[in-house]
């Protein structure tokens, strides 16, 4: 590369102080693109001055080739280098939250990266992150990278399972981010047995998330590995086969097709099923949807035209974000719930008051709350024609979604058996996801106690991203001698309107809501509060916040509610 041509590519670098930006001087960016050298398919940037990244703090730097690098500091001073995005959608790391340790986490979905050695720690997202080696050589920083690595993308690609499948077998049941999650993690900490990974479904692991905003989406785009992957890693695939019962004493879990697995060690991660609707009228009705798979949102997409008046029952998240990806499409939409508002029973009826407005301004969608469904009403070719509710009104559609809720199935695969199943059929494990006799369970299926979260004894707990993490520490714990609670923080997002609300921890019970900013203006944080302890906090437009507080909580230093102010600025407790 020409001299002109690396002082192009580091003519702009831009140096971010946690959320604050300054541009180093066109003085400083010309020296540095002067001490830049090739080294054959390497290059050797230098990119700052060790001043200019406190302890503690990150930035993020151009190195040329088309990319950024982040360069984080830590406490202790030592200098470690990475890809400057997230590997899940890509968003700048820069603008999320850094420990100053070991974790940088991503503004969007909550996913930590470990700075070290690049490993996603945290889900949303399976791939980690490319890092590079940092020097500093008279006080300056140097940063060396692989070209192909800077130019290929950002996402680290797992490396392939060589060796030849030795004794064992781990059979996982569940086809979600908790059974992906599993299986990479076992190859990941060294398993070198079999691998069988059982799923209901005929498609390959996809990113469920997506359905409730894109009814049509093409399967292709949204799996999180392809079939490449699984013969990469040696994963044998049982596509479109259920687990009818697990044998824990024999060790052998019997499938919907008669074959059976016999194992060394089993992870059920079979999610559950959409909570039914049980009323007069619904069984004898066409145009009654529930959500869950892929098949579910394409039946949606092919039953809605212009003309179409839909009904929702269900005001939280998946209600709510169906109802904005439909109000675009359809002549009504109507939402009924049986709270004061939506969201009310997680977010309190003033955040979800605000977001009732959202959905009545931008999508016009009209609202039925306070009142349970009594029945359902048939018109002409048994087509559904309304929702009675208990109110004594009736909602006129033509069509209907029900969005109250999912059941989980993994109880009964084990009942019998000594394991034990809790009342609504999840599975109780200890801290390590370990529920005994060789039997571990991961994702919504498991009800365990959290050594972080405050308000029962047992938590089951139903985030995408949660449910891959815990995949992936059943993975760790099947292979480890000295396995590891399951003490990760809750993120979970919605997207509606084109704004979107986070919310971190896991409020079971709240006695206060404290606000700094502005709910009407839809730009504040939400601080729940069970006396002076900070059980969880929401956030809408005030990124990185929800990432700031998610570091926070990992490492117990949370401020008190006596602490809060507007304005605080919660990244000076890292």
Same mark, same amino acid.
């Given at each position: 590369m020409s001299q002109s041509r690396v002082r192009s590519a580091l003519g702009r670098i831009l140096c971010c102080r946690s959320s604050t930006s300054a541009l180093v001087s066109p003085h400083d960016a010309a020296a540095a693109a002067g001490r830049a050298a090739e080294m054959g398919k390497h290059v050797r940037r230098d990119v700052c001055a060790v001043d200019d990244v406190q302890p503690g703090q990150m930035a993020e730097f151009n190195v040329g080739e088309g990319r950024n690098v982040l360069v984080l500091r830590t406490r202790e001073g030592e200098f470690r280098a990475t890809g400057a995005k997230c590997s899940h959608y890509g968003a700048p790391l820069v603008k999320g939250s850094y420990d100053g340790r070991d974790c940088v986490r991503c503004p969007w979905h909550g996913a930590c990266f470990n700075v070290r050695s690049g490993d996603i720690e945290e889900c949303p997202g399976?791939?980690?992150?490319?890092?590079?080696?940092?020097?500093?050589?008279?006080?300056?920083?140097?940063?060396?990278?692989?070209?192909?690595?800077?130019?290929?993308?950002?996402?680290?690609?797992?490396?392939?399972?060589?060796?030849?499948?030795?004794?064992?077998?781990?059979?996982?049941?569940?086809?979600?981010?908790?059974?992906?999650?599993?299986c990479e993690s076992l190859r990941q900490h060294g398993y070198s047995g079999r691998i069988s990974l059982v799923s209901a479904e005929t498609t390959l692991p996809?990113?469920?998330?997506?359905?409730?905003?894109?009814?049509?989406?093409?399967?292709?785009?949204?799996?999180?590995?392809?079939?490449?992957?699984?013969?990469?890693?040696?994963?044998?695939?049982?596509?479109? /086969?259920?687990?009818? *019962?697990?044998?824990?004493? @024999? =060790? $052998?879990?019997?499938?919907?097709? +008669?074959?059976? !697995?016999?194992?060394?060690?089993?992870?059920?991660?079979?999610?559950?099923?959409?909570?039914?609707?049980?009323?007069?009228?619904?069984?004898?009705?066409?145009?009654?949807?529930?959500?869950r798979t892929i098949d579910d949102a394409r039946a949606i997409a092919e039953d809605v035209s212009e003309h179409t008046e839909v009904a929702i029952?269900?005001?939280?998240?998946i209600g709510m974000e169906v109802a904005a990806a439909l109000s675009k499409?359809?002549?009504?939409?109507? /939402?009924?719930?049986? *709270?004061?508002?939506?969201? @009310? =029973? $997680?977010?309190?009826?003033?955040? +979800?008051?605000? !977001?009732?407005?959202?959905?009545?301004?931008?999508?016009?969608?009209?609202?039925?709350?306070?009142?349970?469904?009594?029945?359902?009403?048939?018109?002409?070719?048994?087509?559904v024609s309304g929702v009675g509710l208990e109110s004594g009104e009736t909602v006129p559609c033509d069509m209907l979604v029900v969005g109250?809720?999912?059941?989980?199935?993994?109880?009964?695969?084990?009942?019998?058996?000594?394991?034990?199943?809790?009342?609504?059929?999840?599975?109780?494990?200890?801290?390590?996801?370990?529920?005994?006799?060789?039997?571990?369970?991961?994702?919504?299926?498991?009800?365990?106690?959290?050594?972080?979260?405050?308000?029962?004894?047992?938590?089951?707990?139903?985030?995408?991203?949660?449910a891959g993490s815990a995949g992936r520490t059943a993975g760790y714990n099947m292979t480890a001698t000295s396995p590891k609670p399951f003490d990760l923080?809750?993120?979970?997002?919605?997207?509606?309107?084109?704004?979107?609300?986070?919310y971190v921890g896991h409020a079971r019970r709240y006695d206060d809501i404290v606000f700094d900013g502005s709910v009407e203006e839809r730009k504040f944080v939400a601080y729940f509060c069970d006396k002076e302890e900070i059980r969880a906090v929401t956030t809408l437009g005030r990124d990185p916040v929800a990432a700031v507080a998610a570091n926070l909580m990992k490492e117990g230093k949370m401020p008190k509610k006596s602490d809060l102010a507007p304005g605080l600025d919660l990244s000076k407790y890292l």
């Open positions: 399976e791939d980690g992150i490319p890092t590079f080696s940092v020097s500093v050589e008279d006080g300056r920083v140097i940063v060396s990278a692989d070209i192909d690595v800077l130019q290929r993308s950002h996402k680290r690609a797992p490396v392939a399972f060589t060796q030849q499948v030795g004794g064992g077998h781990v059979v996982v049941v569940g086809g979600g981010p908790a059974g992906l999650g599993a996809y990113d469920r998330t997506k359905l409730s905003k894109n009814f049509a989406v093409d399967i292709e785009s949204i799996q999180l590995r392809d079939d490449a992957f699984f013969k990469d890693q040696k994963v044998d695939l049982h596509l479109g /086969v259920t687990c009818e *019962s697990v044998d824990v004493d @024999a =060790h $052998v879990a019997s499938l919907s097709d +008669g074959s059976k !697995l016999a194992y060394d060690k089993i992870c059920i991660a079979t999610g559950g099923t959409p909570r039914r609707l049980d009323v007069p009228g619904i069984d004898r009705v066409s145009g009654v949807h529930y959500l029952v269900g005001s939280s998240f499409k359809v002549k009504t939409v109507h /939402v009924i719930g049986t *709270s004061k508002e939506p969201f @009310a =029973h $997680v977010l309190g009826t003033e955040i +979800g008051a605000c !977001l009732r407005r959202l959905h009545e301004e931008k999508g016009g969608v009209q609202f039925h709350l306070g009142s349970g469904v009594a029945r359902v009403t048939e018109g002409e070719n048994q087509r109250i809720g999912m059941v989980p199935t993994a109880g009964k695969l084990v009942h019998g058996t000594g394991i034990n199943v809790a009342k609504d059929n999840s599975i109780v494990t200890d801290a390590s996801l370990y529920a005994g006799n060789d039997v571990y369970v991961a994702g919504d299926a498991a009800r365990f106690p959290h050594a972080k979260l405050a308000g029962a004894d047992t938590f089951r707990i139903e985030h995408w991203g949660f923080i809750p993120f979970f997002w919605t997207m509606q309107y084109g704004l979107s609300l986070r």
